[in-house]
């Protein structure tokens, strides 16, 4: 199930199941969108990237869907195994130039076996 | 390839005093560097953008004169934090960038400021 913590809401699967983490983002004129991993005192370690003029991109046992209509990015894995948990950050690199990056909330998947 | 670190990885500090994080690139070059901090179970807030060979720009909100940062090389940017307070008790974290899409996140460094 899902649920809001003080800071970072939960996302709890059991092995085995798809898990998928949403985003919502707030610039439309982002062009294009990543999705990292940053497992507990550890940098953010990059997962898979989609451009602005796609709305699907699939990796290995990862997907991101990207709906510009209501700038909503999602992550999809398949098959999730416990090496999957961590806290998963998607972002955006709006306008302006220089490759800036703005994260979102983040979302922590707790996969229980 | 692409990889990126980060010195120290942790540190305290006494309140007051000033503390000096390396990011460096060490595989390739990095045009622009990024800084972020992230307070626990909070996400990654940018700080400032660091360009080789001229003033970095900050987020608002970032006092300039209390977080230094240098990049003197295409390989180096350092950020300064000056008389630390508790309340810059943070994860401190760099990314470079080695093409318009690649960006590349350091291990972080965690500054415990007593």
């Known amino acids: 199930g899902e649920s809001v913590g003080l800071h970072l809401p939960t996302l709890s699967v059991q092995e085995g199941d798809n898990s998928i983490i949403n985003c919502a983002y707030s610039n439309s004129a982002s062009d294009y969108f990543i999705w990292y991993k940053q497992e507990s005192g550890k940098g953010p370690q990059f997962i898979i990237d989609i451009r602005s003029n796609m709305d699907k991109r699939q990796g290995q046992r990862v997907t991101v869907l990207l709906n510009k209509t209501v700038k909503h990015l999602s992550l999809q894995i398949a098959a999730t195994q416990p090496g999957d948990s961590a806290v998963y950050f998607c972002a955006e690199r709006g306008s302006g130039g220089y490759n800036k990056l703005i994260f979102g909330a983040g979302t922590r998947l707790a996969v229980h076996p | 390839g692409a990889v990126v670190s980060q010195h120290p990885s942790w540190v305290i500090c006494k309140s007051g005093t000033s503390v000096k994080i390396e990011c460096r690139s060490l595989d390739f070059q990095a045009t622009t560097m990024f800084w972020y901090r992230q307070f626990p179970k909070q996400s990654l807030m940018l700080m400032a953008t660091?360009?080789?060979?001229?003033?970095?720009?900050?987020e608002q909100g970032v006092e300039k004169d209390k977080f230094l940062i240098n990049h003197a090389s295409l390989t180096l940017s350092t950020l300064t934090v000056t008389s630390a307070h508790p309340e810059d008790s943070s994860f401190y974290i760099c990314?470079?960038?080695?093409?318009?899409?690649?960006?590349?996140f350091g291990p972080g460094t965690r500054l415990t400021v007593l």
């Open positions: 660091s360009n080789e060979g001229s003033k970095a720009t900050y």
């Open positions: 990314s470079a960038t080695r093409s318009y899409n690649e960006q590349f």
